[in-house]
């Protein structure tokens, strides 16, 4: 048999779609459901694929389609025409013969199934004249929706019909809805983290505001710290933590008296001791949180005055028992801070900082960090070099 793919037939004696009856009662029962045509236009639009290999029966359920309002109904007696149709544009409806020559509606059924994504449902309506029930079952075992016996009954068409993309069009405006959700909560929790990381950007501005004239040290420290972290080979999202929570380091200098914190001398034995509280206290202040970049923030103020040969301060950490983020803090606190002057010295030679990196590699540092932020240098020299 010649397969024909047929846009369904239009009918001759009006374009507007009218009540259908019952045309052919199969029990004594003779009263008839009159089914209106249907006006949603989002019905009226459904697109719906008719596959049966009898011609008289899609010309049939093409006509039947037709005079029920449905203004998108394909037609065809190919099985691969059927699947070529699901595959280039999603219908709304399959309604499909079971039992085919070529190729049989259980196959084609499985196949529109594997090409229907998972959270989508394409309602399948199977037509056939034998609905025994190893029959029906295979039917919805391979995912078909409901059933047709053949010959048709007008008004149970419809009705099948109607239900089925009514079905299908909530599902869409479900899934439409839930978009919709999803992608508020997205923009509200972009939002907050956005609040979040400006709020920890301005208590670094606060922290740092009495005792640095540019209030550009935290800032960064968090940047080198950052470019450290990356080029010790840590994950991106530990380098954007480390890159919000290094900038808190020195948080705790909030509880240090004016006359030690901005004293433009050396500090006494006590004055030092009180001094070296700024590590406890800003601990204190940043611990407790659930939020990963505090935990890493209150971490990094406890440890960053640890130094790798154990003689560092508050607890006396040595080597890697002192946290990686308070290692790589260390290194690039020493290097900004001493690039920038401060009220009790001027700033040193750049040449200088790195000699005495060198030389405190392994005592004061973590030697393979020092050697990290040298290979950074290194790089960015031969950057400004080529450039
Ligand atoms: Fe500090």
Known sequence: MDHALTPAPRLALTDQPVASTISAPRSSDRR???VAPV???????SKVVVLDDDPAVIRLLGRILERGGYKNVVTTTSPHEAIALCTVDEP????????MPDMDGFSVLERIRELTPPDTYLPVLVVTGDMSPWTRQRALSSGANDFLTKPFDTPEVLLRVRNLLETRHMHRKLAEQNEQLEKAVRQRTAELDEARVEILERLAKAAEYRDDGTRRHTERVGIYAARLARALGLDETTVQTIRRAAPLHDLGKIGIPDYILLKPGPLTAEEAAVMRTHTTIGAQILSGSRVPTLVMAAEIALHHHERWDGTGYPHGLAGEDIPLAARIVAVADFYDALSHDRP???AWPVHDILAELRRQAGRQFDPDVVAAFLDLIDHQRALVAAS
């Open 344 to 346: 009790y010295r001027r």
């Open 32 to 34: 008839q459901v009159k």
């Open 39 to 45: 006006f949603d236009d989002a019905l009226r639009q």
């Open 92 to 99: 709304d409806l399959v309604v499909l013969d079971l039992h």
